[in-house]
């Protein structure tokens, strides 16, 4: 069954991989709040979806237009998917890994042998200067 929406071929093929069925998907279109004026006030252009299997409910009011909301909305409920079903193995989760890794102070031995190595070459430099 095709989605309701064209999403982006990375999205299409992790919900082929989920086995995302769009029959548990429900689909609401409702006023947003916040912000806006009379815009907000007088259209439905927040989507709200719900995958009835995990419970898992997605709402995005972004964009002013639905069609954008509404792409931002299933792009969104996939990923979430991902989380649930992947965990550690999901995109999200291996890129906050990293980005927790890159953070992390040295350990005493890694930071000894990175000053060996600057001792090392400043040697090296050092023996490149002329004789006087």
Do not use: C
Request: glycine share 4%; proline share 5%; hydrophobic share 35%.
């Amino acid at each position: 069954m095709p989605f309701p929406i064209e999403l982006p071929e990375p999205f299409l093929t992790l919900a082929n991989e989920l086995r995302l069925n769009l029959d548990d998907v429900t689909e609401h279109f409702i006023r947003g709040t916040g912000k806006g004026g009379q815009k907000k006030n007088k259209t439905s252009s927040t989507v709200q979806l719900v995958h009835l299997p995990t419970g898992i409910e997605v709402r995005v009011q972004r964009y002013r237009e639905q069609h954008l909301n509404r792409l931002a909305a299933w792009k969104l409920l996939i990923r979430k998917l991902e989380e649930r079903v992947k965990g550690k193995e999901s995109a999200r989760a291996q890129a906050s890994f990293k980005l927790r890794k890159q953070k992390q102070r040295r350990s005493r031995k890694a930071k000894e042998k990175i000053l060996r190595e600057k001792h090392h070459h400043s040697e090296i430099k050092a023996a490149r200067k002329p004789l006087l």
